[in-house]
């Protein structure tokens, strides 16, 4: 059964700002996406989801488990995979860090090289097991970064940008790999042919969703969105300089060529 | 790997020897060569360090930087003392960097990281008892080991983003972007920390804190039924002990974007 994730009237603030604003919202969907601009609120909706940050008001659960009060099984069930996948690798060692979670967890040291040997052939990084992670590549970290949340048999993952850092075969082979896992998956992302397939997309907007829909429509409402800020924008802009004619006569001065 | 370079330790004599008693040796080795003041002594401890290091098969050119950098710091020591002290005085301190450092090179380039770390952990654990978390002193050495190679990857590439626009080397340009860029990849490193459970996991003087102090402490014994029963994966390992006074808590509440 795919996890329950609630939000009930939350608002994070920070710095005296609401940084984001969900009355109330329930994501019992195995794929969803959420896209909107940088600072929209993206990376705060996910890491409220992972217990990661409090809400400065309201509730968030999942399956009924508190994130605040019960933020350790909550960490059980929920993986988080970070925009950077060298951040998120703390081991010098990738099998070291497969295990590191487990050992967390306090999962014995038989099962978890079982366990740790069962994902990286799954993901078929079996031969990075050896490696440094000093000495990965980019799309390496990645598949290793993905590997050592899944070992930990989330049934949730989250994903913060997760090809923002990858090439395009890279990108189109995370897809793929996205595609074949049997877990819930909420993907925060600037990639919205990632999304195509997904359930359910939110769209943010200044800390608030403001559409909530399959792929197709959010994503027209999305791309709305940024063509009405982008016309806002160049708007502001003109209006600036047409404020400043000093500036400009200036310019113009100083780079004219007076005829002889 | 080794804590040495980023090669694997080699088989042999030496890396068949357990981490605890090559360890073990070491300290002896080292509270000897710290209090001794007989040359001869010393320079049979540095002979056998030499030797024991030999043995080991150190990837050697990989040592070459390390081993200038610490043939310059002994040059340096045994000049000092012969200028503020005597010729007798410049020879115990030059044979006792012999005798400290070539042992600890062997065991060193004879040792994988984790054994260290286990070996560590195991000889920390009585710490706990005066309120140390051995595993957070491991964990400190991991990310050191994991850590260095990306900081020495980011100052070559601030480098060259100075030299291409223009700049002499220099050390200020480099090192406020590398002091940023260090605190910005702490926090999420923290967060990720956090994520995998590093602050949950069971410790066996973990104490109950008071309830007023943690929220998520407070709950645990209220919740710890409902949330077995609840979890797909109830049939592992449930970490049951109340989490310390800090765990749980979000080292990083202001690091998150939006």
Redesign the interface.
């Known amino acids: 059964?795919t996890p329950r994730l609630e939000l009930d009237d939350v608002t994070v603030r920070?710095d005296g700002r609401t940084?984001?604003r969900v009355e109330r919202l329930r994501l019992t969907e195995r794929r969803v996406g959420v896209v909107g601009a940088?600072?929209?609120?993206?990376?705060?909706l996910l890491?409220l989801l992972?217990?990661?940050?409090?809400p400065s008001t309201g509730r968030v659960s999942i399956?009924?488990?508190?994130t605040?009060?019960?933020?350790?099984?909550v960490?059980?069930?929920v993986?988080?995979c970070?925009q950077?996948p060298?951040?998120?690798?703390?081991?010098?060692?990738v099998a070291?860090d497969i295990a590191?979670?487990l050992?967390?967890?306090?999962?014995p040291t038989s099962a978890r090289e079982a366990r740790a040997a069962t994902v990286l052939d799954r993901l078929g990084i079996a031969h990075l097991a050896?490696r440094?992670?000093?000495?990965l590549s980019g799309g390496e970290r990645q598949l290793v970064a993905l590997a050592?949340v899944l070992v930990?048999?989330p049934?949730t993952v989250l994903f913060d940008e997760p090809t923002g850092t990858l090439d395009l075969v890279r990108s189109l082979r995370f897809s793929r790999l996205l595609a074949g896992l049997d877990i819930q998956a909420v993907v925060a992302t600037h990639d919205l042919d990632l999304l195509e397939d997904f359930d359910r997309v939110l769209v943010l907007d200044r800390?608030v969703i403001v559409a909530d829909d399959r792929p197709g429509p959010a994503l027209a409402r999305y791309r709305a969105l940024a063509a009405e800020t982008q016309a806002v924008e160049a708007q502001a802009v003109e209006a600036q300089v047409a404020e400043t004619p000093a500036v400009g006569t200036r310019r113009a001065e100083t780079f004219s060529v007076s005829p002889r | 790997m080794t804590l040495l370079t980023d090669a694997q330790p080699r088989p042999g004599l030496l890396r068949s020897v357990p981490a605890p008693v090559k360890l073990a040796g070491l300290v002896v080795l080292g509270v000897v060569s710290a209090v001794s003041t007989s040359p001869t002594l010393l320079a049979l401890i540095g002979a056998t360090g030499g030797l024991a290091l030999v043995v080991a098969r150190p990837h050697w050119r990989r040592l070459t930087g390390l081993m200038v950098v610490w043939a310059i710091a002994l040059v340096v020591v045994v000049i000092l003392q012969l200028v503020t002290r005597d010729s007798a005085a410049a020879v115990v301190s030059g044979a006792r960097m012999v005798a400290l450092c070539l042992p600890a090179l062997a065991v060193m380039a004879s040792t994988a990281p984790e054994e260290l770390l286990d070996t560590l952990f195991a000889a920390t654990r009585p710490l706990r008892r005066v309120g140390l978390r051995p595993e957070v002193l491991a964990l400190t050495v991991a990310l050191t080991l994991r850590f260095v190679p990306e900081l020495v990857r980011q100052i070559e590439t601030l480098r060259e983003a100075q030299r291409a626009r223009g700049a002499r080397p220099s050390v200020l340009p480099v090192t406020v972007p590398l002091l940023v860029r260090c605190l910005d990849r702490s926090r999420t490193l923290a967060d990720a920390i956090v994520a995998r459970s590093f602050f949950d996991r069971a410790t066996p003087l973990d104490h109950a804190p008071p309830a007023s102090v943690n929220r998520e402490g407070a709950s645990a014994h209220a919740t710890s039924s409902t949330a077995a029963s609840a979890t797909p994966h109830a049939s592992r390992p449930l970490v049951l002990n109340t989490p310390r006074p800090h765990a749980g808590r979000r080292p990083s509440e202001e690091s998150w974007k939006t």
């Open positions: 059964m920070r940084v984001l940088n600072g929209s609120g993206k990376s705060t890491r992972d217990g990661l940050i409090d399956d009924g488990l508190d605040v009060r019960d933020g350790r099984q960490r059980r069930r993986g988080f970070f950077d060298a951040d998120q690798i703390v081991m010098p060692l070291d590191f979670g050992k967390n967890q306090g999962v050896s440094t992670a000093a000495s050592a930990c048999e049934a800390g």
